[in-house]
């Protein structure tokens, strides 16, 4: 493991990193987006895709029951050790930075989006330059800030799930879930791609291996438990959400949920429930400010990025130069109004970082003998082929839907990835060369 890290994540702030970084942006801001496919099937959609996460989360459980679960590499480690290279474990690793850096910048837009609503007035870009800042701020101080701070944000978090919840089952008027399918199936299937959002970055938890205490056996379970938790708490919030608001309403809502919880709470509730979204989409910023200097380590350990960018910090145990440079380019893409430069293609390549992970799992026996002996997870191995097929197979059926444009796009962000890949292997190969003439 990269020297510097420190341990200082238990089982609490693993679940909280987990769960909160899935009940952020996806089931708060794009279920309305859904329901212009779909209507209220919605809720559905949640369930459907539920199967495919567990089984793609089995993966994840897998390697990271291994001794890989010590280090902070997720996919990019457990590709490259698996096929014995780095190439289509850097391109994967590539698009998933992208991706993860333009969703920093749109989550501080819609945690901006919610400010502004419970204040009632305010400009949405200070507030979004603000929450980056902040979060930058509370990780360079030390992982061990990052999880304190996790845990009691999701306390509020959970505090206002159960006061929207709960009250909102006895407030559902049925006839909003008429017509259940308002585009038929090919609707629902077009559906699926965009509710994936509220799944995706589950494995963002793999890149904490390094900070976790007794990371090899405590996460496997975390992925398992966790993600069935938040499959509950989905389906709930939107039979909810759908219930008591018109499938209309929640589209053009800038605030969905905190809309829903202002049709049957009073103004202190209702408000309580604002607050709760803020961190719901703050904890998932928290969250997914963290892997891009965490995959950014174990690329400077391959010697595929500079070494100054795996730099960790003595003072606090952090990747301060990665975090920085995380920041940077986030802060770029948001002052810019460039958002959909990069999370265009966010969903989808981390579908195929999912795909081509869960192919590493069901090759891992023949590829690598050696690791495939040092799991200690207690999932059967006809167990584990069946759920990487099932990974695969759900991966390939959501790629499917992909849009021209969409795939035109990510082939063009592949491509430079794959161009940066082979001028940082032929500067290390020569830098190898070197050391074995001196």
């Known amino acids: ?27 708060f801001k794009v279920t309305g987006d859904a329901w212009q496919l779909t209507g ?16 793609t989360s089995v993966a994840y459980s897998v390697f990271l029951s291994t001794p890989l679960g010590r280090e902070p590499g997720g996919e990019y480690t457990h590709i490259s050790r698996t096929f014995g290279g780095t190439g289509i474990a850097f391109v994967g690793a590539w698009l998933k930075i992208i991706s993860y850096i333009g969703a920093l910048a749109y989550l501080s837009v819609a945690g901006a989006d919610y400010i502004v609503q419970l204040f009632g007035r305010g400009s949405v870009m200070p507030f979004a330059v603000g929450m980056l800042i902040v979060f930058f701020a509370i990780h360079v101080a030390g992982v061990r800030w990052f999880g304190r701070i996790q845990v009691w944000m999701c306390i509020v978090l959970g505090a206002s799930i159960v006061v929207l919840v709960v009250p909102g089952l006895f407030a559902i008027k049925p006839a909003h879930y008429h017509p259940f399918f308002t585009h038929g199936l090919r609707g629902f ?56 608001l018109p499938g209309e309403r929640l589209r ?27 961190m719901a989409v703050t904890t998932s910023l928290n969250g997914t400010m963290l892997v891009p200097s965490r995959i950014g380590i174990m690329l400077a350990e391959d010697g595929l990025a500079p070494r100054w960018l795996g730099r960790i910090s003595e003072r606090t145990g952090t990747p301060i130069i990665g975090l920085t440079l995380t920041l940077a380019v986030a802060l770029a893409l948001l002052l810019s109004g460039q958002i959909a430069l990069a999370l265009n293609i966010a969903v989808q390549a981390l579908v195929v970082l999912y795909l081509i992970h869960s192919l590493a799992l069901l090759l891992l026996p023949r590829w690598n003998p050696e690791l495939f002996r040092s799991i200690t997870v207690a999932i059967p191995a006809g167990v584990q082929r069946v759920m990487a097929v099932l990974s695969i197979a759900a991966m390939i059926a959501l790629l499917a839907q992909m849009s021209l444009a969409t795939l035109k796009l990510m082939l063009f962000w592949s491509a430079l990835g794959a161009v940066v890949y082979l001028v940082a292997h032929r500067r290390t190969a020569r830098r190898v060369e070197d050391a074995e003439k001196t």
């Open 252 to 278: 053009t809502s800038a605030a969905p949920m905190a809309d829903a919880g202002a049709q049957y709470l009073p103004l202190g509730a209702a408000m309580f429930v604002t607050i709760g979204a803020i």
């Open 40 to 55: 209220p099937s919605v809720i559905l959609g949640y369930f459907v895709l539920a199967p495919a996460i567990l089984a």
């Open 189 to 244: 299937v077009a559906s699926l791609p965009p509710l994936f959002f509220a799944y995706a970055g589950f494995e963002s938890l793999a890149q904490a291996a390094g900070e976790v205490r007794d990371s090899t056996r405590r996460l496997p379970r975390i992925f398992i438990i966790g993600i069935s938790a938040t499959t509950v708490i989905y389906l709930l919030m939107s039979v909810v959400a759908f219930g008591v």
């Open 1 to 27: 493991m990269p020297s510097g890290l420190r341990r200082d994540l238990g089982t609490i702030e693993s679940y909280a990193t987990l769960i909160g970084i899935l009940i952020g942006a996806g089931i």
